[in-house]
């Protein structure tokens, strides 16, 4: 019985990290360049459950051998493996502001290792200088001149050099490079991750390679750099909602049978056996 306790409980520990995930992708419905996490449920290993019996044989003197009977599998539990973002292109917004910059795919090619699209991302350098990564192109121009985020961290080049601006009144491309005095000052960095899952999310709206740093975009890949425009979070609101109601009726349904359980626990020990 307490088998049955233990994968009711894992149920909602799982449906508890599920709703985690789903509140935090709609807290991050309105942030610019946001990649809404997926949840992967992966059941614990299966258990290949056998029944041990006494057959005699037929030797003298007469004994018993334990042979095997298999019943077949057990499910042992629920869990959330990994949080795998989805790089699916957010709309595109308007917003007027020079120093914004969306990233717009065009021909990504797919990768034959993961299945997935391919993923384009700016190069920043964060306050430790490693160089991270984001599709928030909501950028601004600090007060020593250079092209940062939001949060201080510089916007590299396509050589991963720092990019010096002499002001706001500069123009940016189609392909990243940026005009400023009719004179050529840098061009955006966009990097390229053939397989989208050795990213990893680190807060702010970065993300982080597990395979050391990403090359820029190839010939074959094809994007577009948008000035005076920012690309939405890919948050689908609605859709979230849903998830996110259904995650709460599951935890409820796996809590009921962990009550359920606990009931029934309680009058085998303290009903069941009692001496009249």
Known sequence: MLRELYTAASGMLAQERRVEMLTNNLANAETPGYKADAGAMRAFPELLMSRLEDEPIPTAPPRA????????????????QELIPNFRQGDIKETGLSTDVALVDGQVPVDPASGQRGALLFAVENGQGDIRYTRNGHFTVSPDGYFTTQDGWYVLDGNGERIAVPNETFAVRDDGTIIAGNREIARLGVAFAANPQTLIKEGNGLFRSTTGPLPQAPGNVTYTVKQRFLERSNVDVERTMTDLLAAYRTFEANQKIVQAYDRSLDKAVNEVGRLK
């Open 65 to 80: 051998i334990l042979t095997q009977t298999a019943i077949g599998p057990l499910q042992t539990g629920v869990y959330m």
